[in-house]
């Protein structure tokens, strides 16, 4: 059963001590903006995302939706939110290793797909950011990024009229600042909801498994479920899984964040969903098909001090198994999210 966060009774409440405190103030142009519901799909859990603090509408949508695809975030114009996170590719890099910002700059790494974001604890794939927020600020003033200062990106937003518009729309004046620009871009990024594949209709009685995909679910509840677990299909732990560290990139992962020599080469576990769309894999991109992903794990985990004990042995696989398994894994697309025209500029 569908359970829905009444935003609307929020937003009103809110609204409503608004124009207490604005009525005085002729000259400021009010607006309740419109609400829109945050639907948790069935089987999901409550998410971590503090709606309450953010009520979503309409007009906050669209904002945060513009914002995300407009190069003015960045130093050079051309490069944006949805230049590595492309909706073509469930808001990765599109065939690409790493993705690219400013001057032809090679990030540091893959780009994960934007799905499912209200349900996460932390944010990149080391854990470095625990807010939504700091991903932004990071990224607009990464130099091999966006390349660009907070405090320009306001200055350029407020010099267009259309941009006005929009945040009197959704915030009830033209005011443009960066708390504001935040929101929006969260009230964006957090709709990107994917819950809506074959599997998930497998869950809820609207399709059945094939036998090798059944076959192959079975192969992933004994060999894989215990890191990409739950709905999400991970548990957001960091593991080290045996990859060689890439010279030309010195990543250590989470080690970056804690300093502590335990967290060497561990990376937060990635949601499975929509893998086979998001191509390339691993934290630096390193491989590109999901069954070279399955032959590392069968052949190639390196046996390090801080590998994860569930993979000392590696994951063996037998060829059936292993084509059921890329079966399974298929189910996980979600087509709708991939072709919602919400979600695209």
């Not at 490069?79 to 990765?92: D, E, I, K, M, R």
């Not at 091999?144 to 990106?153: D, I, P």
Request: hydrophobic share 35%; proline share 6%; aromatic share 14%.
């Amino acid at each position: 059963m569908k359970r829905w966060f009444i935003i609307s009774v929020l937003s009103a409440s809110i609204i409503g001590g608004s124009f207490l405190l604005d009525s005085c103030k002729k000259h400021r142009p009010f607006s309740k903006g419109t609400p829109i519901p945050f639907v948790i799909p069935p089987g999901f859990p409550d998410p971590t995302y503090n709606f309450s603090g953010n009520p979503l509408t309409e007009e906050g949508f669209q904002l945060g939706k513009k914002l995300f695809f407009d190069g003015r975030l960045s130093s050079t114009g051309n490069v944006y939110c949805g230049s590595c996170h492309q909706p073509l590719a469930a808001f990765t890099t599109f065939e690409h290793d790493r993705s690219h910002g400013v001057n032809g700059n090679h990030t540091l790494r893959n780009a994960p797909g934007l799905f499912n974001l209200a349900w996460y604890p932390y944010f990149n794939q080391d854990g470095s950011a625990n807010s939504l927020w700091k991903v932004y600020e990071d990224h607009i003033t990464n130099p091999k990024e966006l390349g660009e200062t907070v405090s320009n990106v306001l200055n350029k937003l407020q010099q267009d009229a259309d941009y006005k518009t929009m945040f009197r729309a959704a915030f009830g004046d033209e005011t443009i600042t960066k708390e504001r620009m935040f929101k929006a871009l969260d009230q964006f990024v957090v709709n990107l909801v994917s819950a809506d594949s074959k599997y998930d209709k497998v869950t809820k009685g609207q399709a059945s498994f094939t036998a090798q995909e059944q076959n192959g679910y079975a192969v992933f509840q004994n060999k894989c479920a215990t890191c990409h677990s739950g709905i999400l299909f991970t548990g957001f732990s960091f593991r080290n899984i045996g990859l060689e560290i890439d010279p030309s990139l010195n990543d250590f992962g989470r080690m970056r964040v804690t300093g502590n020599p335990a967290d060497s080469l561990k990376f937060r576990v990635p949601s499975l969903r929509n893998l086979e769309f998001t191509s390339y894999y691993f934290h630096d991109g390193r491989i590109n098909f999901p069954r070279n992903v399955l032959k590392f794990y069968e052949t190639g985990v390196n046996q390090g001090p801080t590998l994860d004990p569930l993979l000392t042995n590696g994951i063996s696989l037998t060829p059936t198994e292993e084509n059921n398994l890329i079966d399974f894994l298929r189910t996980l697309s979600d087509s709708t999210f991939l072709n919602n025209p919400r979600f695209r500029p």
